[in-house]
C-alpha cells in the first residue's frame, strides 16, 4: 500500500458514457498526477496538479477533464471516449519532485 | 525529448542470478529514480540517487550514475521469482515540473 487510493479499479464503459475516476492520498503531498499507460507504450503524464492548480496539461483531449477540489483527491473526469483510449489510468502524488507515490491503477475498457 | 531509455527492453534470468538494467537519458537531471510495476498495477519506487551521488545501495540493489555519460544502472543481486516485473527509470530535469518516465525494462525471473 502506497497511501494513495483509485477508484474503481476496473470500469467498463460505452463511448457514450459519462464516468469518473477518483483518487485519493492522505500523505499530505502537494501535487497530484494522472498518467496514461497503454499496452507497449511509455507511461504518458496527462495532467498535473501542484497545489491544486494545475500547472501541465499534455495536449490531452477535451473528453478527459480534471479536477482538484482540494489537496487530497483528484478527480477525472470521461465523456464521449473511444475505444483507443481503454488503458491503465494512473494516479500518483508528491511533495515536490523527489518520490512519486502511485495508486494501484484504474482499468478502463471502453467499448 | 528528455525522456530515459531503458535497456535491455527485456531480460529472462534464473533465480539466483543478478539482474542489470540500464537507463540512458538525455539532458541534465537533478536526480535519478527506479520504479517498478507488477502486471497491471501501480508503480513502487525503489531508490532515488541525486546527481551529485554515483552509486546507492537499498538492500538486493544497486543503483550507480554517471552523468558524464548520461547513464545510470540498477543492479539486483541475487534475484527471487517475486523480483518478476517492469522495472523504470524517471528523471528529473531542471526546469520541467514533472518526472520523465522511460518505456521500461520487463524482468522475468524463473525459479
Redesign the interface.
Known sequence: ETGVTQTPRHLVMGMTNKKSLKCEQHLGHNAMYWYKQSAKKPLELMFVYSLEERVENNSVPSRFSPECPNSSHLFLHLHTLQPEDSALYLCASSLGLDTQYFGPGTRLTVL | SQ?GEEDPQALSIQEGENATMNCSYKTSI??L?W?RQNS??????LI?IRSNEREKHSGRLRVTLDTSKKSSSLLITASRAADTASY?C?T?HSGY???T????TMLLVSP
Open positions: 525522456q537533478n536526480n529514480q520504479y497491471g498495477r501501480g508503480l513502487v519506487h532515488l523504470f524517471a528529473d515540473s514533472t518526472l518516465f522511460g518505456k521500461g
